[in-house]
Antibody
Framework: EVQLVESGGGLVQPGGSLRLSCAAS????????MNWVRQAPGKGLEWVSY????????SYADSVKGRFTISRDNAKDSLYLQMNSLRDEDTAVYYC????????????????WGQGTTVTVSS | DIQMTQSPSSLSASVGDRVTITCRAS??????LNWYQQKPGKAPKLLIY???SLQSGVPSRFSGSGSGTDFTLTISSLQPEDFATYYC?????????FGPGTKVDIK
């Protein structure tokens, strides 16, 4: 079964750091662009970051630019999100999601999602 | 950055009703518009990609249309399992912004 499994969430103090991981299985991970999407409690979906299949193109939402870093290891079928200088407003469930297909920066939808990992930023 | 808006923000409907949700982009996104359904405590599910293509396994009562800046999601006959929140999302840019969502609940 095609699957994404996130890990690494937890409770962290404001200003702290956390690294999320997303393990992919049963598909050729290196062929797909990937994303992080988050959802604060009771709020809508917020796209966070994008990385192309070869890591050649990376994008961030303005709300996390300069604080979060997306990366991937195609040899390990894994996606990462390094989160630094965390703020209360970063509290959310974080999902990794696969772009079904991308060409020249235009993509189809995100067709595979993980179950999410919860990040809580609080003192 | 491309901004997405949706209307209405919520609606109440009955089983069997025809439901239409609209989504607007702040600039042309050609046909790179996707629709998701999310139920409480669950990950989003892709329904429609590139404005009008039905994702595999999604019932045919769901359909999408539009291009440029204006798009619609239509549920032709609302079923009990369709009560959920629906999001549009643009993938014209690698900054894949979402709309704010439309909650569909039971009248």
């Amino acid at each position: 079964e095609v699957q994404l499994v996130e890990s690494g969430g937890g409770l962290v103090q404001p200003g702290g750091s956390l690294r999320l991981s997303c393990a992919a299985s049963e598909f050729t991970f290196s062929s797909f662009s990937m994303n992080w999407v988050r959802q604060a409690p009771g709020k809508g979906l917020e796209w966070v970051s994008y990385i192309s299949s070869s890591s050649g193109t990376i994008s961030y939402a303005d709300s996390v630019k300069g604080r979060f870093t997306i990366s991937r290891d195609n040899a390990k079928d894994s996606l990462y999100l390094q989160m630094n200088s965390l703020r209360d407003e970063d509290t959310a469930v974080y999902y990794c999601a696969r772009d079904e297909y991308c060409s020249g920066g235009n993509c189809y939808g995100m067709d595979v999602w993980g179950q999410g990992t919860t990040v809580t930023v609080s003192s | 950055d491309i901004q997405m808006t949706q209307s209405p923000s919520s609606l109440s409907a009955s089983v069997g009703d025809r439901v239409t949700i609209t989504c607007r982009a702040s600039q042309s996104i050609s046909g790179y518009l996707n629709w998701y359904q999310q139920k409480p405590g669950k990950a989003p599910k892709l329904l429609i990609y590139t404005a009008s293509s039905l994702q595999s396994g999604v019932p045919s009562r769901f359909s999408g249309s539009g291009s440029g800046t204006d798009f619609t999601l239509t549920i032709s006959s609302l079923q009990p399992e369709d009560f959920a929140t629906y999001y549009c999302q643009q993938s014209y840019s690698t900054l894949h912004t979402f709309g704010p969502g439309t909650k569909v609940d039971i009248k």
